[in-house]
């Protein structure tokens, strides 16, 4: 990301400027916001406004801490489905397989934090290096959620100052371990061989390869490994290796690499794939984003 001030520390708001046909008419009054502070290394901060909005099933790397303002929305998650509404908190774990659509004809506004496992363990304090898990994706806690929305505007505009922007990420961390359940969290179903498949994948996913390269690479059938790996990911094979080329596509963009080569690079056929991913996943343009 450019070293400016004014994109660093502030939020850059803007409509989505949609390239597919499909996103012009009903999304063009859509506003996501991103806010990247200097001082707490992998965090974002994400302010949007969306109606008739649907995210297929995808993961994140890092925990998702946020609230809804306006609006409602459905998270299905975990087998379940939540309404997830003003006064409620939603939790998420690293990796952890949802989708999610807005509700009704209000708009569906919130502010979540995308946030780094390392950002976790490191002002987790006494809960040590141990991830902090949550007993339910869905809290009904309008203190908390107050709470995270609060921290959230305060980072948002927070100035450029080490101790003002490590402050406010201590005290979300001090909410969640204060009026969170931490529970350890069951292993994921699948065994081993999709989680070596899949931290394979985290680093070869530019790369050409086939399910059945996958599967002799598990030491399984096609058939078998691709029931495993969706059981332990919730994703397909091919829905994580794109998940993960966008992730890599959005660190590149903030970089300020063309996004032409950057679709290139990380593995799609040409920046219009990358494009379509990349509004499935982050909810904005390539071009949009990095903008921001």
């Given at each position: 990301m450019a070293a400016?001030?004014?994109?660093?520390?502030?939020?850059?708001?803007?409509?989505?400027?949609a390239t597919g046909d499909d996103m012009e008419s009903t999304r063009c009054h859509d506003y996501a916001a991103f806010v990247r502070p200097r001082f707490l290394d992998?965090?974002?901060?994400?302010?949007?406004s969306y109606r008739d909005r649907a995210f297929p099933v995808h993961t994140h790397d890092g925990y998702v801490v946020g609230t809804?303002?306006?609006?409602?929305e459905a998270l299905n998650v975990g087998g379940g489905t939540h309404t997830v509404s003003p006064g409620?908190?939603?939790?998420?774990?690293?990796?952890?397989?949802?989708?999610n659509r807005s509700l009704g004809c209000e708009a569906l506004r919130y502010r979540v934090f995308y946030l780094p496992v390392a950002a976790i363990a490191a002002y987790a304090g006494e809960c040590g290096d141990a991830p902090l898990t949550f007993a339910s994706p869905v809290l009904s806690d309008p203190v908390l959620a107050d709470t995270i929305a609060g921290l959230h505007a305060r980072l948002s505009r927070a100035p450029d100052d080490r101790l003002a922007q490590q402050s406010a990420l201590a005290a979300l961390v001090d909410a969640l371990i204060g009026r969170t359940g931490s529970e350890a969290a069951p292993p994921p179903p699948g065994g081993d061989a999709a989680r070596d498949v899949r931290d394979w994948i985290d680093e070869h996913f530019a790369e050409d390869f086939g399910l059945a390269d996958?599967?002799?690479?598990?030491?399984?059938?096609?058939?078998?490994f691709s029931h495993v790996f969706k059981a332990s990911t919730g994703l397909s094979p091919m829905a994580y290796r794109n998940q993960c080329r966008v992730n890599a596509a959005r660190r590149r963009l903030l970089a300020g690499e063309p996004i032409a080569q950057v679709a290139l690079d990380v593995g799609f056929a040409d920046q219009s794939h990358l494009t379509r991913w990349f509004q499935r996943v982050v909810g904005v343009s390539p071009q949009r984003y990095r903008q921001q």
């Amino acid at each position: 990301m450019a070293a400016d001030a004014d994109l660093r520390d502030r939020v850059a708001a803007g409509y989505l400027g949609a390239t597919g046909d499909d996103m012009e008419s009903t999304r063009c009054h859509d506003y996501a916001a991103f806010v990247r502070p200097r001082f707490l290394d992998g965090v974002e901060l994400v302010t949007v406004s969306y109606r008739d909005r649907a995210f297929p099933v995808h993961t994140h790397d890092g925990y998702v801490v946020g609230t809804v303002t306006a609006g409602a929305e459905a998270l299905n998650v975990g087998g379940g489905t939540h309404t997830v509404s003003p006064g409620q908190v939603l939790l998420l774990h690293p990796h952890e397989p949802h989708s999610n659509r807005s509700l009704g004809c209000e708009a569906l506004r919130y502010r979540v934090f995308y946030l780094p496992v390392a950002a976790i363990a490191a002002y987790a304090g006494e809960c040590g290096d141990a991830p902090l898990t949550f007993a339910s994706p869905v809290l009904s806690d309008p203190v908390l959620a107050d709470t995270i929305a609060g921290l959230h505007a305060r980072l948002s505009r927070a100035p450029d100052d080490r101790l003002a922007q490590q402050s406010a990420l201590a005290a979300l961390v001090d909410a969640l371990i204060g009026r969170t359940g931490s529970e350890a969290a069951p292993p994921p179903p699948g065994g081993d061989a999709a989680r070596d498949v899949r931290d394979w994948i985290d680093e070869h996913f530019a790369e050409d390869f086939g399910l059945a390269d996958l599967a002799a690479r598990a030491g399984l059938s096609v058939f078998r490994f691709s029931h495993v790996f969706k059981a332990s990911t919730g994703l397909s094979p091919m829905a994580y290796r794109n998940q993960c080329r966008v992730n890599a596509a959005r660190r590149r963009l903030l970089a300020g690499e063309p996004i032409a080569q950057v679709a290139l690079d990380v593995g799609f056929a040409d920046q219009s794939h990358l494009t379509r991913w990349f509004q499935r996943v982050v909810g904005v343009s390539p071009q949009r984003y990095r903008q921001q």
